[in-house]
């Protein structure tokens, strides 16, 4: 399968601080990217959908201002949790989607995802 | 976003055949079905994905009725390292591509 990896894969910062988690699809192209975010014991939750050239599509409840998202190139997207509180520690899950060959269905994979704790 | 249901919990022993059926009664005509595995502090893996019929890969096979409203994932022979979270999605592959994951069922294997 397609290979997605995330960077770094845990972090621990400060109060305060703001924090960057690139997501990278390293074998095909990707026009469209999308974040998650997992707490303890819980499923993945959809942050928002991030296409190649244009704006961060975020879903309901989730701060744009606070979790900025760029998709400056076609392999890459990354998102910076901005001024980060201890109630944004959580599991950060990036997926990309890859178009596959002429004719196939899309797949979405996913990165490894990251740790973010902050103190 | 099609809402999906499946099992909490299952519990198997080492190389018995694993049945997970998810329900998705309202299931759109551009959706797809797909299926990962996570375990813990991992992002899910990609195991199979169907839109109808019955779909075979290395790992695992998937089948959907004709109306679509259910598909079940089989897992022939597991082990120890199966053990994990399952998850059951459906989703546009067509147009927003967005999947939306419910709680999963945990699947548990003994030895």
């Known amino acids: 399968g397609a290979v997605v990896s995330q960077h770094p894969s845990w972090v621990i910062c400060k109060s305060g601080t703001s924090v960057k988690i690139e997501c990278r699809s390293l074998d095909f192209q990707a026009t469209t990217m999308f974040w998650y975010r997992q707490f303890p014991k819980q499923s993945l939750m959809l942050m928002a959908t991030?296409?190649?050239?244009?704006?961060?599509?975020?879903e309901q409840g989730v701060e744009k201002d606070k979790f900025l998202i760029n998709h400056a190139s076609l392999t890459l997207s990354t998102l910076t949790v901005t001024s980060a509180h201890p109630e944004d520690s959580s599991f950060y899950i990036c997926s990309a989607r890859d178009p596959g060959l002429a004719g196939a269905i899309d797949t979405q994979y996913f990165g490894p995802g990251t740790r973010l704790t902050v103190l | 976003l099609a809402k999906t249901t499946q099992p909490i919990s299952m519990d198997s022993y080492e190389g018995q055949e694993v049945n997970i059926t998810c329900s998705h009664n309202?299931?759109?005509?551009?959706?797809?079905i797909t299926w990962y595995q996570q375990f813990p502090s991992q992002g899910p893996r990609f195991i199979i994905q169907g839109y109808k019929t019955k779909v075979t890969n290395e790992v695992a096979s998937l089948f959907i009725p004709a109306d679509r409203k259910s598909s079940t994932l089989s897992l022939p022979r597991v082990s120890l390292s199966d053990t994990a979270v399952y998850y059951c999605?459906?989703?546009?592959?067509?147009?927003?591509?967005?999947?939306?994951f419910g709680a999963g069922t945990t699947v548990t294997v003994r030895a």
């Open positions: 999605l459906v989703g546009d592959m067509v147009n927003d591509y967005k999947l939306s």
């Open positions: 991030s296409n190649e050239g244009s704006k961060a599509t975020y």
């Open positions: 309202n299931i759109a005509t551009n959706d797809y």
